[in-house]
């Protein structure tokens, strides 16, 4: 298994500064972003796999919708990755985190090769050569193609988002169960505003909007390994695997900068009693980027 520390985290977050060109302050990476604050309201059957606390009651929770690019200037309409990080706020004052994007999997295990991929993604005409010398990424990169992951949503309502890290769920006997996460939206078509957004900040814009008529729901969803499905890697695809409802995030306000005194981490390995992490490459080197990150916006 790829050494999640061989990849210098300072190094890291350099070349991913330096491909972005986004200021000191912010974030390396889904830059651009907004606060929100909701409910997540858990199922039966997310309890009987589980008992961590946020599975057996409703539990608040803060959300950021973003854009995945590292320069908070780019306007909406750019065709990118988008982002909805969630942190749940359980009732004895601990906190758990999940982060999901738009692409259904991730192209690799190896974090020196996904800072390598992001620094050619922003020239259209490296990153093709980049992928011929790196064919194992090409499945991924085609699933989020016909995802429609890098695209321009009409709004983050009706987006699906993938937390592509495995978690390990214990129940009250501590019996362990792997589950990956889906945030499927509840809002149609049908559900939009007669508005029409443009600006630069036309996501945010229609978010606001559509907040003011009501709540955005998303349904979390799990899938449940099965024999077979490798729970640390997130490039491992688990056919066949099945699915349960696992609860309702239901948003209900934007909030105001989150960030006025400190940033807000949301880290993918803060976990509660009853989740347990995978030996996931990725989800492993995740906080030591983190952590150089956060330190140069202070």
Do not use: C
Not at 1 to 20: C, E, G, K, S
Not at 72 to 92: C, E, N, Q, S, W
Not at 158 to 187: K, M, N
């Amino acid at each position: 298994m790829t050494d999640p520390t061989h990849l210098d985290p300072v190094a890291a977050i350099d070349r991913l500064r330096a491909a972005f060109r986004g200021p000191a302050a912010h974030r390396s990476l889904h830059a651009k972003g907004r606060f929100y604050a909701g409910t997540f309201t858990p199922t039966a059957e997310a309890g009987a796999l589980g008992r961590a606390r946020h599975l057996h009651e409703p539990t608040p929770v803060l959300v950021r919708w973003s854009n995945a690019g590292g320069n908070a200037a780019v306007p909406d309409r750019t065709p990118d990755i988008r982002g909805m990080a969630v942190k749940f706020r359980l009732a004895d004052g601990t906190a758990t985190d999940l982060l999901g994007q738009t692409s259904p999997r991730f192209p690799t295990d190896d974090p020196e090769e996904f800072v390598a991929m992001t620094e050619a993604s922003v020239n259209k005409l490296t990153f093709p050569l980049f992928l011929a010398r790196h064919p194992r990424m090409v499945p991924a990169i085609l699933a989020g193609v016909r995802g429609k992951a890098i695209s321009t949503p009409v709004s983050f309502a009706e987006t699906t988002f993938y937390p592509i890290h495995a978690y390990g769920w214990r129940d009250d006997e501590d019996r362990r169960t792997w589950v990956r996460y889906t945030f499927v939206p509840t809002a149609t078509r049908a559900d939009r505003l007669d508005q029409r957004f443009s600006g630069a900040d036309a996501l945010f814009e229609e978010m606001a909007a559509r907040l003011e008529r009501g709540p955005v729901a998303h349904e979390v969803r799990v899938q449940v390994a099965g024999p077979g499905h490798d729970p640390h890697s997130s490039t491992s695809v688990w056919k066949g695997a099945e699915e349960l409802l696992a609860g309702r995030i239901e948003v209900t306000e934007a909030l105001p900068d989150q960030e006025s005194d400190q940033p807000v981490v949301f880290d993918p390995t803060r976990v509660v009693d009853g989740i347990e992490l995978s030996e996931d490459p990725i989800l492993r080197y995740r906080p030591v980027a983190y952590t150089e990150s956060v330190s140069r916006r202070h």
